[in-house]
């Protein structure tokens, strides 16, 4: 009897290290290949392990990706990237710039790269409308000229 139990107990252990992903509530489906774990549900979310900033930096040795869930000063979601901690912001940038509404300034640097060039659109993606309070020069000759305010063409 004690032999079985010790084969049992090795047998278990090699199923174990050799398990190639393991399902949470993964009624009927396997869990997916690409994954180590696969939690599934629709009623109820994963939850992060949660701590303050001290507890966060007395981590020893976090490894890259580590996610931890901050609940103090800068609460939020926050990974290890090998050198240091980062937040996660709770909206990514919209770099499209769908969010905004007609005569919305936009603040951006547009000076020419290395190549002095410096794309504002295409041919299937181009600008509506331009707005310019001064002038506008094309490959060095003063093109259009307005004045400052009004819009009106110099």
């Known amino acids: 009897m004690k032999k079985i139990l010790i084969f049992l107990f090795f047998l278990l252990i090699y199923q174990f290290i050799n398990a190639q ?3 949470i509530n993964n009624t009927g489906t396997p869990p997916n290949p690409s994954a180590m774990l696969d939690v599934q549900s629709t009623t109820k979310g994963m939850l992060v392990p949660r701590m303050t900033l ?3 930096t007395a981590i020893t040795s976090p490894a890259i990706g580590l996610l931890i869930y901050q609940t103090d000063n800068s609460a939020g979601f926050y990974y290890y990237d090998g050198s240091q901690w980062t937040d996660i912001p709770a909206t990514a940038a919209n770099k499209n710039l769908s969010n905004l509404i007609p005569a919305t300034a936009v603040n951006a640097d547009l000076l020419p790269d290395q190549n002095n060039m410096h794309e504002l659109g ?10 310019l309070d001064s002038s506008l020069y094309l490959n060095g000759v003063k093109f259009v000229s307005f004045t400052s305010g009004t819009g009106v063409k110099n």
Do not use: E, M, T
């Open 54 to 56: 001290a507890q966060r």
């Open 21 to 23: 992903s393991v399902g």
């Open 122 to 131: 295409s041919a299937s993606n181009a600008w509506k409308n331009l707005y």
